[in-house]
């Protein structure tokens, strides 16, 4: 059972304008959500993140929201740029910080086109 | 800082060997260590992870085993690895009561 599913495998976008990712969950009980960036051959790198009491989390040019009534979160990258195309996660925590486990989506692919 | 380390980088190695890859983690202490998998087009699947020494908790029943001999260092291990087994492994720590992972950067393995 896929508890975090990202239904887009690829996005591709013209440098300049939007990227939007989007990810959806069916545990309830997930409170914190976070995104990574995975270039090909290396580890993921953490991106941002948001607890389930917000619903929005801004960092430069990203920002995450969250709609919880909905269960789906979003990235959006403004403006996207050539050096953000890579894999892209989403991962969510069901309140075990104490031992941190994530469950991660499937990935999905940005390509954004000079 | 704290930095993490994986080797080797790449491993090819026959059905039936078998296999360790070690990670360790400098500038922390008792950190929450993990292992995943992400094999051709999937996502990031959790095979083990540990709260300290000598804990080890498996997500996914397989042909693996792990272990944390000391606080900052995990090692993946198969005594017979099959063609299954293919995949990138990535090893990631946390600090205790905190989300975020953070990456090294991952063995490529390839069963023959």
């Known amino acids: ?114 | 800082s704290q930095t993490i380390h994986q080797w080797p980088a790449t491993l090819v190695q026959p059905v039936g060997s078998p296999l360790s890859l070690e990670c360790t983690v400098e500038g922390t202490s008792n950190p929450n260590l993990y292992w995943y998998r992400q094999a051709a087009g999937r996502g990031l699947q959790l095979l083990f992870y540990s709260v300290g020494i000598g804990q080890i908790s498996s997500e996914v029943p397989q042909n693996l085993s792990a272990s944390r001999p000391q606080d900052r260092q995990f090692i993946l291990s198969s005594k017979k690895l099959l063609l299954s087994d293919s995949g990138f492994y990535l090893c990631a720590w946390s600090r205790d009561m905190s989300y975020e992972q953070y990456f090294g950067p991952g063995t490529r393995l390839t069963v023959t």
């Not at chain 1, 486990?101 to 999905?108: A, D, H, R």
Request: charged share 20%.
């Open chain 1, 1 to 114: 059972d896929q508890q975090v599913k990202q239904n887009s495998p690829s996005l591709s976008v013209q440098e300049g304008r939007i990227s939007i990712l989007n990810c959806d969950y069916t545990n309830s009980m997930f409170d914190y959500f976070l995104w990574y960036k995975k270039y090909p051959a290396e580890g993921p790198t953490f991106l941002i993140s948001i607890s389930s009491i917000k619903d929005k989390n801004e960092d430069g040019r990203f920002t995450v929201f969250l709609n919880k009534s909905a269960k789906h979160l979003s990235l959006h990258i403004v403006p996207s740029q050539p050096g953000d195309s890579a894999v892209y996660f989403c991962a969510a925590s069901g309140g075990s910080s104490n031992t941190g486990k994530l469950i991660f989506g499937q990935g999905t692919t940005l390509q954004v086109k000079p």
